[in-house]
């Protein structure tokens, strides 16, 4: 089973005359998302939906001279903002979310009024308004959850999965994309070694814990390719591959010595990215596998795709996808 995504084009002709607004448009994820999209010739708008004022203060500067890009201050929980928001946009992609773990576990109704509720307000705006796609970028957390912060994304896709099921009239079309660890975003381990580098000493939670990884240009690439495939009620995973925390160390900060603090509250020691009960409904597409929902006829395109093994496991100790050292090399380079 191929696990490297192939390198050919993300088409992007079905982007042109679109509308397009990000939730949580600020982030880390929706910076990068707002810069690829506008090097999308022919997309219209590029909606930019986040509370924080200053973010999106400092992005306006950052893109002063682009006339495409709107900028909208709104929380998620406000559903009638978010409907005003949403008014003539033909794409959403949710991505605003609470994802601190350990800031999670201490305010844990804070968590579900925006991971949970938030996304159900996305939903209930998006068929109000008749949003074409609607796609949430969720997490591999989500999969068995360990803590609160997956929970609520466990939650979250749920809510998207079935809300294909009243779209109505409305012809909105719901999925989800599931990843690992981004490299380079905000309180990565990646950031955490180039912080505590010159110390000289790296704290790690558990030297036989590993991790899938991914870069961010790829989970752009990935994202375009869900919003031109879907049509509602699929959970899309991209072929990632892993590696050991201590072999990333020696990799990004070889002259470090290495410092077991013990794993933290809500951690995995690793990652899951499809259940044992999930790969019996997935598909292997060339860059990613492809959930289908259990209402078939939501996504009748994936039959034409193979069936992944009952036997897969989709984990971050699976020496099948473990990176060698060429590939590490070029991934974190």
């Known amino acids: 089973m191929a696990t490297q995504s192939k390198k050919t084009p993300i088409a992007t002709d079905f982007l042109k005359g679109k509308t397009v607004l990000v939730t949580g448009g600020t982030g880390t994820f929706g910076r990068a998302f707002v810069a690829r999209l506008l090097a999308v010739p022919g997309i219209a708008k590029i909606i930019v939906f986040s509370r924080d004022e200053l973010k999106q203060s400092e992005m306006a500067a950052q893109y002063r001279d682009e006339s495409r890009l ?13 409907k005003r928001a949403f008014d003539s946009v033909d794409i959403v992609v949710h991505a605003a979310a609470m994802k601190r773990v350990e ?3 201490y305010n844990p109704t804070e968590a579900i009024e925006t991971n949970i509720i938030g996304s159900r307000n996305v939903i209930d705006a998006a068929l109000d308004r008749g949003v074409g796609r609607v796609l949430l970028v969720s997490s591999d957390k989500a999969v068995e959850p360990v803590n609160l912060y997956g929970a609520t994304k466990l939650a979250a896709e749920k809510l998207f999965v079935a809300a294909n099921a009243y779209s109505g009239k409305s012809n909105s079309r719901l999925s989800v994309v599931r990843y690992g660890n981004v490299i380079g975003s905000r309180g990565s381990f990646v950031e955490t070694i180039g912080r505590q580098r010159p110390s000289g000493i790296i704290t790690i939670t558990d030297k036989a814990m590993t991790r899938f990884w991914i870069r961010i240009e790829s989970v ?5 390719e869900c919003l031109l495939l879907m049509q509602g009620g699929e959970i899309f995973v991209p072929k990632m591959k892993n ?3 201590t072999d990333m160390v020696k990799l990004l900060a070889p002259e470090c010595r290495q410092k077991v603090v013990g794993v933290r509250p809500g951690e995995k020691l690793h990652e899951v990215l499809l259940t044992r009960y999930e790969v019996l409904q997935a598909k292997e597409l060339p860059r990613m ?13 994936l039959v034409r795709y193979r069936s992944v093994p009952k036997d ?3 984990t971050s100790n699976n020496k099948k996808f473990l990176l060698n050292k060429k590939e590490a090399s070029e991934l974190f380079r």
């Open 243 to 245: 590696m050991a925390i």
């Open 289 to 301: 596998f492809a959930i289908a929902p259990l209402e078939r006829e939501w996504a009748e395109w």
């Open 70 to 82: 709107r900028f909208f201050i709104g929380d998620i929980r406000n559903v009638e903002r978010l």
């Open 312 to 314: 897969f496991l989709y």
């Open 103 to 105: 800031s999670i576990e």
């Open 220 to 224: 752009m690439d990935i994202v375009l």
